[in-house]
T-cell receptor, first 111, second 113 residues
Framework: EDQVTQSPEALRLQEGESSSLNCSYT??????LFWYRQDPGKGPEFLFT?????EEKEKERLKATLTKKESFLHITAPKPEDSATYLC????????????WGLGTSLAVNP | GAVVSQHPSRVICKSGTSVKIECRSL??????MFWYRQFPKQSLMLMAT?????????EQGVEKDKFLINHASLTLSTLTVTSAHPEDSSFYIC?????????FGPGTRLLVL
């Protein structure tokens, strides 16, 4: 069964303290791994798509990496405005385009 | 690019009434849209997949007669919660399938009294 597991469930950092969020997955034929950011009371905001092991993408203080079993979202020198829930999802080889979601990591960055 | 809007953002209704939520892709066309429900501090729960010009596909356990979905054009999908009850109170979010991934609307907070 396709599954996505995110860890940790919650993370509290000091401003400037770099860290990584993990997304482990099992999927029948990966057709993309997706990272989103969600602020309270809002819809998820798309961050990155990764398609194959070894691929990396960066945006400001965020960098996403992918292996055959997991993805990391690295946050370098975070700021309080990076506080949010980060969601990971995968798409499998089926043609229905549905995403399989993890439960998210709630990140709090203290000033 | 890839902007999705939802209306209304917040709605309060009495038990037994119906509520319609609109989802629009503003700068791209989407043959497929998705409707999700999210409970506090939980992840997204897919309710149904909406395809333009055809019937929606509902996830197991979601009542299609209660949650009516219409995808009349390439930029508009609607979700109607019929005969709403307090247990239907939730945060409803739509997404539209773009070239790369799903792009989400801002969500609709529904409160049924």
């Amino acid at each position: 069964e396709d599954q996505v597991t995110q860890s940790p469930e919650a993370l509290r950092l000091q401003e400037g303290e770099s860290s990584s969020l993990n997304c482990s997955y099992t999927v029948s034929g990966l057709r993309g791994l997706f990272w989103y950011r969600q602020d309270p009371g809002k819809g998820p905001e798309f961050l990155f798509t990764l398609y194959s092991a070894g691929e990396e993408k960066e945006k400001e203080r965020l960098k996403a990496t992918l292996t055959k079993k997991e993805s990391f979202l690295h946050i370098t020198a975070p700021k309080p405005e990076d506080s949010a829930t980060y969601l990971c999802a995968v798409r499998n080889a089926g043609n229905n385009r549905k995403l399989i979601w993890g439960l998210g990591t709630s990140l709090a960055v203290n000033p | 690019g890839a902007v999705v809007s939802q209306h209304p953002s917040r709605v309060i209704c009495k038990s037994g009434t119906s509520v319609k939520i609109e989802c629009r892709s503003l700068d791209f066309q989407a043959t497929t849209m998705f409707w999700y429900r999210q409970f506090p501090k939980q992840s997204l729960m897919l309710m149904a997949t909406s395809n333009e010009g055809s019937k929606a596909t509902y996830e197991q356990g979601v009542e299609k007669d209660k949650f009516l979905i219409n995808h009349a054009s390439l930029t508009l999908s609607t979700l109607t919660v019929t005969s709403a009850h307090p247990e239907d109170s939730s945060f409803y979010i739509c997404s539209a399938q773009g070239e790369e991934t799903q792009y989400f609307g801002p969500g609709t907070r529904l409160l049924v009294l």
